[in-house]
């Protein structure tokens, strides 16, 4: 439990009865999501968010903004029973809205059809490489705020990098599979678990891999 000084509850007070909630609430609100843009997900609901002009006149983002910093005021006015007054919305979080579920069902979907590729015809490698491209590219093609001429450089930067490292890797594997093939005892089993002598065989895997 933190234990507050005199000094700090009368600085933290003193911040907070000078704060306009209606003008800091939705301004603090729109910086989090245009700087930090991985948190629009939690947002779906709130209509377009497709750029930073979109953002600032949101009137549901511009709302929620002004409950968020009314939520805060909650803790100032409680500094010493902080984790009590939070108490009934952390159960609501994880009990009843389950806040962050995607990246568990994400998961679950993913183990799912990597599973379902160690059967025979359907193929793992192509799952694979296929997710690690996705991977590379949506850092150069997903749109990207920039914040002044630095951040414009990084951000271009970031593009003709990943972009590189993508045909890098389509060039690797043209390579692997092609021209110079690689013996692979163990590569088959990633895309077909012989479970039984006759499971993969018309996958002819001895031919292709060996």
């Known amino acids: 439990m933190v234990e507050w ?9 003193s911040i907070f009865d000078n704060l306009d909630y ?15 843009p991985w948190t629009l997900r939690y ?18 983002i511009a709302d929620h903004g002004i409950k968020v910093l009314h939520g805060l005021d909650r803790a100032v006015k409680n500094m010493d029973n902080i984790k009590a007054t939070y108490a ?15 990246n568990f069902r994400l998961l679950a979907i993913s183990v799912f059809f990597f599973s379902f590729g160690l059967l025979p ?14 991977f590379f590219l949506s850092f150069a093609f997903l749109p990207y705020i920039s914040f002044g001429r630095s951040d414009m450089f990084r951000k271009r930067v970031q593009i003709c990098v990943f972009l590189l490292v993508f045909m890098a890797l389509l ?5 692997l599979f092609y021209v110079y093939p690689v013996k692979c005892d163990w590569c088959e089993y990633l895309t077909c678990i012989p479970i039984t002598d006759k499971f993969c065989e018309k996958y002819d895997l001895n031919a292709h891999l060996h």
């Not at 209606?22 to 930090?36: M, N, Q, S, T």
């Not at 060039?171 to 390579?175: I, K, N, Q, R």
């Open 43 to 60: 947002f779906s609901s709130f209509g377009n968010l497709y750029n930073s002009e979109a953002i600032k006149n949101n009137k549901k």
């Open 22 to 36: 209606d003008d800091i609430g939705p301004k603090a609100l729109c910086r989090c999501l245009i700087v930090y």
């Open 171 to 175: 060039s690797a594997l043209a390579v």
């Open 121 to 134: 015809w359907i193929d793992n490698f192509a799952h694979i490489c296929g997710f690690i491209s996705g």
């Open 5 to 13: 000084t005199d000094q700090e509850r009368s600085v933290i007070t």
């Open 88 to 102: 009934e919305l952390s159960i609501l979080h994880s009990d009843t809205l389950h806040v962050d579920p995607d």
